[in-house]
């Protein structure tokens, strides 16, 4: 079933007021144009109660109660004339402007400033005379002035809105910048503290294993102190990231974070650990002298040692473990070999995450990455990790 929109309370209003001063006017005999002997003082009520009753569609219809209240005016100017009438119609001429659709916003403005220069011009060649000025005046501010209005307005409402509209689109990316900031920042810590404790928690299950298993006081004694030293180390390296954590430092990665100079000592922790296992750790550095490198290179390099000899510790078979450095021009070349093995390893929920760790590190700095099986010259099959990352223009090495 149809039904007409409810009309606002400012609309009811503006209404009420100009049909109750219309009435007021015509009882007070106050006309525009003064008395008709051909019609009646009492017919100018109905064009006045007709624009009154299209005040209460002005924003839900304002284009056809313009087109309505324009007949009503031009009516009205047959009849004695009511001021209410005409400042009404001046209402509905705004809000069509304004509440109407973008090319009758466009458009009315025109059409009444042609109409104005149009009656002028008319008047002038029919009266001869500066009343005919008087006229085009008052059909100006009748008609092109209130759409000039209605322009105005409309323009600052549009403006308010868009800028409204840009701010909660600024607000809205700023918060998704912060969520992403946030997961990025998440996914950083998460992969720096497996990087930091799995090479610990490694050797130490593997040696708490050797330590249930084996039935020798001398090999459980000596399995049970490489388990404390790894677990104070491990220890140190959580309450390390943990205070990092608590300052809310602004660095892009922890502090006092290890270096290439660190492998030696990484590799010598290794070899000791995987004496049992049957490994035999080597460190080769091939770089040659130079400057420092970027300290995210370094990191990264520094990482992807750890975690590969984390993984040839849980799963590598007895044999050697190489560990290779190399730089061509601004290429640093990270390479870890192990035989492969198919031991399992001690292996808890979410394991994978040290490769996956490696690949986003590598990514982040534009390099490349290999893990994977292979096989030797002599028909040895190894499990070979191998990234290229690539050095900023003007670095050097210490």
Request: aromatic share 4%.
């Amino acid at each position: 079933m149809f039904s007409l929109p409810r009309p606002h309370r400012h609309d009811v209003l503006m209404a009420a007021i100009g049909l109750l001063g219309g009435l007021a006017l015509w009882a007070l005999g106050l006309y525009l144009q003064g008395n008709r002997l051909f019609v009646a003082p009492w017919v100018c009520l109905l064009p006045l109660a007709v624009v009154s009753g299209l005040e209460l569609v002005r924003r839900t219809a304002p284009q056809t109660a313009l087109a309505i209240g324009t007949l009503a005016l031009v009516a009205d100017q047959f009849t004695v004339g009511n001021l209410a009438t005409v400042l009404m119609f001046t209402d509905l001429m705004y809000a069509a402007v304004l509440y109407g659709t973008p090319s009758a916003a466009r458009r009315i403005p025109v059409t009444t400033f042609l109409i104005t220069v149009a009656v002028t011009i008319g008047f002038l060649a029919w009266l001869r005379s500066p009343q005919a000025l008087l006229i085009g005046v008052v059909t100006g501010m009748v008609s092109f002035l209130p759409a000039l209005t209605g322009v105005s307005v409309r323009n600052h409402r549009d403006a308010a809105e868009t800028a409204r509209l840009h701010a909660e689109q600024t607000a809205l990316l700023a918060e998704m910048d912060r969520v992403q900031a946030v997961t990025a920042e998440r996914t950083r810590m998460a992969r720096e503290l497996h990087d930091m404790v799995a090479n610990h928690l490694s050797a130490i299950a593997i040696h708490s294993t050797a330590a249930l298993s084996i039935d020798d006081p001398a090999t459980s004694r000596d399995a049970l102190g490489v388990i404390r030293e790894n677990s104070v180390d491990g220890l140190a390296e959580m309450r390390r990231l943990i205070g990092l954590l608590r300052t809310g430092g602004g660095a892009r990665e922890p502090a006092a974070s290890p270096t290439l100079a660190s492998l030696d000592a990484l590799v010598e922790q290794t070899r000791a650990n995987a004496a049992s296992s049957g490994l035999t750790c080597t460190f080769e550095d091939d770089r040659g002298e130079g400057g420092a490198l970027p300290t995210p290179v370094e990191l990264a390099a520094y990482r992807i040692v750890q975690e590969s000899l984390t993984n040839a510790l849980k799963h590598a078979a007895p044999g050697p473990v190489a560990v290779r450095l190399g730089q061509s021009g601004q290429l640093l070349t990270v390479e870890v070999s192990s035989v492969f093995g198919n031991r399992s390893g001690p292996r808890a929920p979410g394991s994978g995450a040290g490769l996956v760790g490696m690949r986003e590190r590598v990514a982040l700095l534009g390099g490349t990455i290999e893990a994977g099986p292979s096989t030797t010259g002599d028909g040895t099959k190894i499990w070979r990790v191998r990234a290229e990352l690539p050095v900023e223009e003007g670095t050097s090495r210490t």
